[in-house]
């Protein structure tokens, strides 16, 4: 299981990014879910997971969706 460095340093990563939409934060929250996605132990949800947002991430585009967290 990925240290919980890895996981706090992307999600801090991901909310700068959110919060002043800076693409440096987005480009290295991405970094660090592409490190989590590969790490062996990791289930293939939270995988998928990592990928989905990496991929987000890496492309520049925000989806906002009405009604959705």
């Known amino acids: 299981m990925p240290s919980s460095e ?3 340093g992307a999600l801090s990563l ?3 990014h959110h ?9 290295n929250a991405a970094r ?3 490190r989590i996605g ?3 132990d990791l289930d293939a949800d939270t995988r998928n997971l990592c990928e989905r947002a990496s991929n ?3 492309s ?5 969706h009405a009604g959705t967290a």
């Not at 919060?19 to 480009?27: D, R, Y």
């Not at 520049?60 to 906002?64: K, W």
Request: net charge negative; aromatic share 4%.
């Open 60 to 64: 520049g585009e925000e989806q906002h």
């Open 6 to 8: 890895l996981w706090a």
């Open 56 to 58: 987000r991430l890496n």
């Open 19 to 27: 919060e002043t939409g800076c693409q440096h934060s987005a480009l």
């Open 32 to 34: 660090l879910l592409d």
């Open 38 to 40: 590969a790490l062996a």
């Open 14 to 16: 991901l909310l700068i």
